[in-house]
């Protein structure tokens, strides 16, 4: 009998061992999903949870009418809201029938059919931040879910978490997603509170870095429930020394943009600056069907957004402030440099920056830019045209909350 048990024991053992390596081989990210920031479209910051079938069919087609999908724009994510209140008898998520008439399968075969990519939301918690139907106790089931459906992305809340680790409960779910086979970029919307990019790198694509995002240059909205969101220079300034964590596949992101919600030209202009500037994701959050002429030329401003998609991956960093003008620089692939001069201040600036007098260090990454060896063109790309090179001195009058925005190519 001692004899039986013992041999039981044993191939249980090897059962569980052979289990475990598949387990281990399985964990972790689909590695390789976004080698550039990405780029789309998220439906909570003009819609919040008045989402519907009919609004993402509209973005989608607009999205490729407009030339926003050949500039990249090519995730539509449905943030929060998309579900009912309760799961099915099997413990599914249920999208709610009356915004999504024809299933989701059938949405996200559509937003397919154009050439784009699809995400949903949830959240690590018991409830969502919405108060839908949370993941915690269902990632297996809902990462099997989420690859039937056919999605290419998921945003991963941080609401109604008490109790439970962030770094644990988002590695569950990554583990989930790997387990479930179809590759899902993982983004993790933890909100900074746990310093997601010390440990995010192998558990998800992206992460976010901050609170929530609020159409203003640099204020503090505060929430009657004790909570706040933040101007896009607040957020940008938010976080020191976490640039060295960012790069391809594990970037710090600063949230969707507010580019055409509420600020004027000029702040839109310096906020899609910034987040090109910080290798942030760029994903949308405007009403397409409202959007202006000059939202879309931002939007779409290809010199810009090649300081973005670089493929070295460096996110910028503020190297010196000249009388409340804040210069950011960006190390580029082929030696080239991004720089752009922002005016924090309330009155117009005028700018004289003598290159030879600046020599600029990356000490994160090692780069540097000596302009007293070297000389660079100097390309303007909002105006997308030379402007001399690094012998003479820079000269500009930017005004207040406007952007200058430079690329030096040796």
């Known amino acids: 009998m001692k004899k039986i048990v013992l041999l039981f024991a044993l191939s249980l053992s090897s059962f569980s061992f052979g289990q475990g390596n598949t ?58 809201g998309w579900m009912t209140h309760e799961r099915d008898v099997n413990g599914d998520l249920v999208p709610d029938p009356e915004k999504f008439p024809n299933g989701m399968k059938a949405l996200i075969d559509y937003v397919h059919s154009k050439g784009l990519k699809f995400g949903l939301y949830n959240c690590a918690g018991t409830k969502t931040c919405a108060g839908y ?9 809902d990462a099997r879910f989420y690859a039937k459906l056919g999605i290419d992305f998921l945003k991963y809340d941080w609401c109604n978490t008490e109790g439970i680790t962030a770094k644990e409960a988002y590695a569950t779910m990554s583990n989930a997603l790997k387990t479930a086979g ?10 900074g509170d746990n310093q997601p990019w010390e440990w995010g790198k192998p558990i998800g694509n992206l992460w976010r870095i901050s609170g929530d995002i609020y159409p203003c240059f640099d204020c503090e909205f505060k929430h009657p429930e004790n909570w706040s969101s933040w101007g896009f220079m607040k957020i940008a300034d938010m976080r020191k020394d976490i640039r060295k964590y960012s790069g391809p596949d594990h970037w710090n992101d600063f949230d969707m943009m507010e580019v055409g919600n509420e600020m004027n030209n000029t702040e839109d202009k310096t906020h899609f600056a910034m987040w090109c500037m910080l ?9 397409y069907r409202k959007m202006t002429k000059e939202t879309l030329a931002i939007l779409t401003n290809k010199e810009l957004l090649s300081v973005n998609q670089d493929k ?26 991004a720089v752009s001069f922002v005016n924090r201040t309330e009155t117009s600036k005028k700018v004289n920056f003598d290159w030879k007098k600046n020599n600029i260090k990356d000490a994160d990454f090692g780069y540097e830019a000596d302009f007293t060896k070297t000389i660079f063109k100097v ?32």
């Open 133 to 141: 139907p949370g993941t915690r106790g269902y990632e297996y089931q």
């Open 379 to 410: 390309k303007d790309l909002w105006k997308n045209k030379e402007v001399g090179n690094t012998k003479k001195v820079f000269t500009a009058e930017i005004a207040s909350h406007d952007v200058v925005t430079l690329k030096l190519i040796p």
């Open 182 to 191: 179809r590759p899902i970029v993982f983004s993790l919307c933890e909100w």
């Open 312 to 337: 070295l991956g460096i996110q910028g960093f503020k190297y010196v402030i000249l009388d409340g003008v804040e210069v950011w620089v960006k190390p580029l692939s082929d030696g080239a440099w």
């Open 23 to 80: 387990h281990k081989q399985q964990a972790g990210k689909f590695d390789g999903l976004a080698m550039i920031p990405p780029m789309g479209w998220n439906s909570w910051n003009t819609f919040a949870t008045n989402i519907d079938e009919k609004l993402v069919k509209e973005t989608a087609d607009i999205m490729v009418s407009s030339g926003l999908a050949a500039a990249g724009y090519n995730y539509i994510v449905l943030d929060d």
């Open 279 to 287: 290798s942030s994701p760029l994903f949308t959050g405007n009403d």
